[in-house]
């Protein structure tokens, strides 16, 4: 997954559970659009609802960077592009096997993060095809892990 959370001023996460969306200027996902390599990806949605573009399906050991125009951009997208629009790029030239491991473990304990993400690729004449995938998980955090929560 792409984790833009408290990285980036102006982004808000918005979702269910285990959602990861992009809300510019705080206007919510639905008028941010998404692009992926210029283009718009299919729509998604639970329970038969179109919501916001899930970026937790783009691994991110693929994405090389972010292309973001903050303006509106409706008069070009439409209203899904009211608040602004993010052009995720990804990577094609990918010709060797490449594996990221990273651990996120707070010094009080509680809360650890566990991710591993790798990409192959294969480059042909006239094109290339990536494989990738990701894998993260994040320990719980309850209200008794830090001793400044407990009243």
Request: charged share 15%.
């Amino acid at each position: 997954s792409v984790q833009l959370n408290n990285q980036f001023g102006g982004f808000v996460v918005e979702g269910g559970t285990g959602v990861n969306s992009i809300s510019l200027r705080g206007l919510g996902a639905q008028r941010s659009l998404v692009l992926l390599n210029g283009h718009r990806p299919g729509p998604a949605g639970v329970r038969g609802q179109v919501g916001a573009f899930d970026l937790n399906v783009i691994p991110s050991s693929v994405v090389q960077r972010f292309e973001i125009l903050k303006d509106g951009a409706s008069s070009i997208y439409g209203s899904d592009a009211v608040a602004g629009v993010v052009n995720v790029i990804t990577r094609t030239q990918i010709d060797r096997p490449e594996i990221t491991v990273q651990v996120n473990a707070p010094f009080e304990g509680g809360g650890e993060t566990y991710d591993i993400s790798g990409a192959y690729g294969f480059n042909f004449d006239r094109g290339n095809i990536v494989l990738a995938a990701q894998y993260q998980l994040r320990e719980d955090l309850s209200l008794g892990d830090r001793d400044y929560l407990s009243c």
